[in-house]
Structure formats: C-alpha cells, structure tokens
Nanobody, 116 residues
Framework: QVQLVESGGGLVQAGGSLRLSCVAS????????MGWYRQAPGKQRELVAA???????NYGDSVKGRFTISRGNVQNTIYLRMNSLKPEDTAVYYC??????????WGQGTQVTVSS
C-alpha cells in the first residue's frame, strides 16, 4: 500500500519561509512524478510544484520565483522550499505522486498558515 508522509507545515509571518517534506513508500512500481498541490478554503485544489523522475520541474504561476521543489537523497523524497510567503499562500498542502500503472496517490495534507 502506497503511503505518503508529509511534514513541515505550520504558522509563519508574511515574508518568512517554510520547508515541506514528503516521503513516499510502499509503491510496487516506479514513481513518474512527485509534487505538491494546495487547497485554500472555498477554492479549487491547484498545482504548486512538481518534479519528474528525470528532474524536470513545473510550478504554478503564483509561486514561480518564490518556491523551489527538489528531490532528496533518499529515494521517493521531495522537498518544497517556500520563501517570501504571503497570506494568500495559506492553504492545506497535499503531496501527490503519479505512479506507473497505478495513477495518482495523495497525502493527508499539511496546513500552512501565513499571517499578515
């Protein structure tokens, strides 16, 4: 059974930084893409950042230049470094993996709150 363990959320002041981590385990097949999505109250879930198995990255327009996604040394681990945080970044952040033959799997989410 695929498990995603997220960590690193919390409360931070505007202009501050946070780093989120996600570790995926239990996948019987290779993971194609790992990424982060977020959902704010009353809004649709949106892509924050994603990274493919070959290292290609993709970012949502609202976070370009402020957030950085990277792979860890441990297999199936990713990080999201969030700098210059804004109140509008407040949301639940979900780790997502796209697994060959299985499709998408989601983490339980971690709350990020940015105070003004």
């Amino acid at each position: 059974q695929v498990q995603l363990v997220e960590s690193g959320g919390g409360l931070v002041q505007a202009g501050g930084s946070l780093r989120l981590s996600c570790v995926a385990s239990g996948s019987p097949f290779s993971i194609n893409v790992m990424g982060w999505y977020r959902q704010a109250p009353g809004k649709q879930r949106e892509l924050v950042a994603a990274i493919t198995s070959d290292g290609t990255t993709n970012y949502g327009d609202s976070v370009k230049g402020r957030f950085t996604i990277s792979r860890g040394n441990v297999q199936n681990t990713i990080y999201l470094r969030m700098n210059s945080l804004k109140p509008e970044d407040t949301a639940v952040y979900y780790c997502n993996v796209d697994i060959y033959y299985l499709g998408d799997r989601w983490g339980q989410g971690t709350q990020v709150t940015v105070s003004s």
